[in-house]
């Protein structure tokens, strides 16, 4: 059985339905009108919690927001980019508020960063890439732990109302990890739940990888006991690493970051696992098995948004009409274009992300 927790996914393939099963979510196909974005309708978004409770919120303008996050180890990479991508389309759909927080302090307490400089230094990074991936900057606040250490107040709060024994048995902790990553669920939950802290009980939706749930499971167990309302949840499955594992990675590599040369995201482009034959004619003959493509899946979650011109593209992989070094090349061209744009936003960005930080 592969190993699913906030802080390590084993490379093996995940059998998602079995997943949300032992999680105890609720597959997303039982929300009713899900909003039009290709990762609900490609089957992106796999699970959810209350997810139809913030829907029904949010069209009837009720007040509700979105907070999601990721740890200060170091650039975003493609797997971040296309959970925060799910953000931007439910922000403009919406019209909804989001807050975006970086976890420096984790990326320090596992060692995912070697001081509380280098976390900074990272964190400071993001937050500018956040602003190039295209949120609307008027509605979207970016959170850095070290740089809004008051969060810490409120997970002090927090701490009293839940016991280490909630900790271990939601986490599977043994005596073996250091004191921080102990206290670090309460320092996610204080995430979580801060809007609801700053602004009243209302909706709020955390869109996550599903190695994340047990963040929410602590977070929506201390909301009942405050006063605030439960958070709502939809899960992602993993976008997959280049070679095929599980999920794109820093730690177990594997992943194209944003803020790599795009001549080098390019060339990586050519190293992706497909679902091609062993040779050109045998692929002809019997063509390619899409589902197997690292390289469609990175083409349909961050590349080809109309759901006809990507299907049109399968049909022609599982024909045979296209071989694995046209979609590559496909893939590859369209790589490079957006990192260029994108890596001139984010230094466009670097010069104002102050404007855009809760501080103390």
Same mark, same amino acid.
């Given at each position: 059985?592969? %190993?699913?927790?906030?802080?390590?996914?084993?490379?093996?393939?995940?059998?998602?339905?079995?997943?949300?099963?032992?999680?105890?979510?609720?597959?997303?196909?039982?929300?009713?009108?899900?909003?039009?974005?290709?990762?609900?309708?490609?089957?992106?978004?796999?699970?959810?919690?209350?997810?139809?409770?913030?829907?029904?919120?949010?069209?009837?303008?009720?007040?509700?927001?979105?907070?999601?996050?990721?740890?200060?180890?170091?650039?975003?990479? *493609?797997?971040?980019?296309?959970?925060?991508?799910?953000?931007?389309?439910?922000?403009?759909?919406?019209?909804?508020?989001?807050?975006?927080?970086?976890?420096?302090?984790?990326? *320090?307490?596992?060692?995912?960063?070697?001081?509380?400089?280098?976390?900074?230094?990272?964190?400071?990074?993001?937050?500018?890439?956040?602003?190039?991936?295209?949120?609307?900057?008027?509605?979207?606040?970016?959170?850095? %732990?070290? +740089?809004?250490?008051?969060?810490?107040?409120?997970?002090?709060?927090?701490?009293?109302?839940?016991?280490?024994?909630?900790?271990?048995?939601?986490?599977?902790?043994?005596?073996?990890?250091?004191?921080?990553?102990? *206290?670090?669920?309460?320092?996610?939950?204080?995430?979580?739940?801060?809007? +609801?802290?700053?602004?009243?009980?209302? +909706?709020?939706?955390?869109?996550?990888?599903?190695?994340?749930?047990? %963040?929410?499971?602590?977070?929506?167990?201390?909301?009942?006991?405050?006063?605030?309302?439960?958070?709502?949840?939809?899960?992602?499955?993993?976008?997959?690493?280049?070679?095929?594992?599980?999920?794109?990675?820093?730690?177990?590599?594997?992943?194209?970051?944003?803020?790599?040369?795009?001549?080098?995201?390019?060339?990586?482009?050519?190293?992706?696992?497909?679902?091609?034959?062993?040779?050109?004619?045998?692929?002809?003959?019997?063509?390619?098995?899409?589902?197997?493509?690292?390289?469609?899946?990175?083409?349909?979650? %961050? *590349?080809?948004?109309?759901?006809?011109?990507?299907?049109?593209?399968?049909?022609?992989?599982?024909?045979?009409?296209?071989?694995?070094?046209?979609?590559?090349?496909?893939?590859?061209?369209?790589?490079?274009?957006?990192?260029?744009?994108?890596?001139?936003?984010?230094?466009?960005?670097?010069?104002?992300?102050?404007?855009?930080?809760?501080?103390?």
């Amino acid at each position: 059985m592969p %190993h699913v927790d906030p802080f390590d996914v084993s490379e093996e393939s995940i059998d998602y339905t079995k997943l949300i099963r032992e999680f105890g979510t609720q597959p997303i196909s039982t929300v009713k009108d899900l909003p039009d974005y290709k990762a609900f309708r490609r089957g992106f978004v796999i699970s959810h919690r209350d997810f139809d409770k913030f829907i029904a919120a949010a069209k009837a303008n009720k007040k509700v927001s979105i907070i999601t996050g990721v740890n200060g180890s170091g650039s975003l990479h *493609f797997g971040h980019k296309w959970t925060l991508d799910i953000v931007i389309a439910l922000q403009k759909i919406y019209n909804i508020p989001v807050l975006l927080t970086i976890s420096d302090d984790e990326a *320090f307490v596992t060692g995912k960063a070697k001081d509380q400089a280098e976390a900074l230094k990272n964190s400071r990074l993001i937050a500018a890439q956040l602003v190039a991936l295209g949120f609307d900057m008027s509605k979207t606040k970016i959170l850095i %732990h070290q +740089q809004y250490t008051n969060i810490y107040n409120l997970a002090f709060k927090l701490s009293t109302r839940c016991t280490l024994s909630e900790i271990k048995a939601i986490y599977g902790f043994d005596m073996s990890r250091n004191p921080g990553m102990w *206290f670090y669920p309460l320092v996610q939950a204080a995430d979580i739940l801060y809007p +609801q802290d700053k602004y009243g009980p209302h +909706q709020v939706l955390v869109p996550i990888a599903i190695d994340q749930d047990p %963040h929410l499971r602590l977070a929506r167990d201390l909301a009942d006991k405050v006063g605030f309302v439960k958070p709502s949840v939809i899960h992602t499955r993993f976008l997959r690493s280049i070679k095929g594992g599980s999920k794109m990675s820093k730690s177990k590599g594997g992943a194209i970051f944003l803020d790599e040369k795009p001549e080098v995201a390019a060339k990586l482009c050519n190293q992706m696992l497909t679902g091609g034959q062993s040779t050109v004619e045998e692929q002809r003959r019997l063509g390619g098995d899409p589902e197997k493509s690292v390289v469609l899946e990175y083409l349909g979650a %961050h *590349f080809i948004d109309d759901d006809k011109e990507l299907e049109k593209i399968k049909a022609d992989y599982r024909s045979g009409k296209l071989l694995d070094g046209e979609i590559k090349k496909m893939l590859s061209d369209k790589m490079k274009e957006y990192l260029i744009n994108f890596q001139v936003r984010v230094k466009l960005a670097e010069k104002e992300i102050d404007k855009y930080l809760v501080k103390n």
